[in-house]
């Protein structure tokens, strides 16, 4: 009896400090992230303003500013400027809207092949 009351409290005694020690060790809890961080950002729209679900995107050779994206739902689009602005440069020339693949001609960057359709949502999606 005499032992098992010594290791009780040599065990309380243990647990109390471990707790006290790891309380000192850990930074104090402010939340998820450190808020005064964002305190400048602000909301902006750098993306096309419509366009859904983008499954294909290529860049043009040699120039890291010009990308087109295609998009599910809103066709095929184009920036200039790193993705700061885009511009749908398919409305009017194909009756679909879901693009699947992109390509840029190595041969000269004015002209893309494009692809219509969609593939899966998600590559563990098999039909039989």
């Keep these: 009896m005499k032992h098992l009351l010594t290791w009780s409290v040599l065990t309380a005694l243990l647990f109390a400090t471990i707790t006290e020690l790891s309380a ?7 939340g998820p992230f450190n808020v005064a961080l964002y305190q400048g950002a602000q909301w902006r729209n750098i993306g096309p303003y419509r366009g859904g ?19 599910t739902g809103g066709g095929v689009w184009k920036t200039i400027d790193a993705g700061l602005s885009w511009k749908n440069i ?3 020339y194909f009756n679909v809207g879901s693009i699947g ?4 001609a190595s041969s000269d960057p004015n002209v893309i092949y494009v692809g219509t359709g969609e593939h899966a949502i998600r590559g563990v999606m098999t039909s039989r």
């Design 24 to 30: 000192q060790l850990e930074p104090p809890k402010t």
């Design 53 to 71: 679900r983008s499954v294909t995107a290529a860049g043009v050779p040699g120039n890291g500013q010009d990308y087109y994206m295609g998009t």
């Design 90 to 92: 398919s409305d009017g």
């Design 101 to 104: 693949a992109i390509a840029v």
